[in-house]
């Protein structure tokens, strides 16, 4: 059973930087970053697969880094000259080796169904 736990958000400035952080337990070949602001849909921010290659949103991309420590099993976030709309909650996601996981709320980005989440961490951006 997979295990996502986040960490790192908080309050910036807009042009401002903050980075998130994962740990995950359990075995998952894609993770990502979603994040759902305030009336609006949950939505992919960044993913990264197994053998390391990464996805951004047309809307963080050239400002947000995603990496991942294999040693640790443990997501990051790097935020750069971030904006108000970046504000929102951020969830980490982990898929399942065996695709859409059933009985979960599974929600497809850049070729990973994410079956797995964080309780998410706020980001706040004024």
């Known amino acids: 059973h997979v295990q996502l736990v986040e960490s790192g958000g908080g309050s910036a400035q807009a042009g401002g930087s903050l980075r998130l952080s994962c740990a995950a337990s359990?075995?998952?070949?894609?993770m990502a970053w979603f994040r759902q602001a305030p009336g609006k849909e949950r939505e992919g921010v960044a993913g990264?697969?197994?053998?390391?290659?990464?996805s951004y949103a047309d809307s963080v991309k050239g400002r947000f880094t995603i990496s991942k420590d294999n040693a640790k099993n443990t997501l990051f976030l790097h935020m750069n000259r971030l904006e108000t709309e970046d504000t929102g909650m951020y969830y980490c996601?982990?898929?399942?080796?065996?695709?859409?996981?059933?009985?979960?709320?599974?929600?497809?980005?850049?070729?990973?169904?994410?079956?797995?989440w964080g309780q998410g961490t706020q980001v706040t951006v004024s």
């Open positions: 359990g075995d998952t070949p894609c």
């Open positions: 990264i697969d197994s053998d390391g290659g990464t």
């Open positions: 996601a982990g898929s399942d080796k065996l695709g859409p996981r059933k009985g979960t709320i599974a929600t497809y980005f850049r070729g990973c169904w994410y079956s797995y």
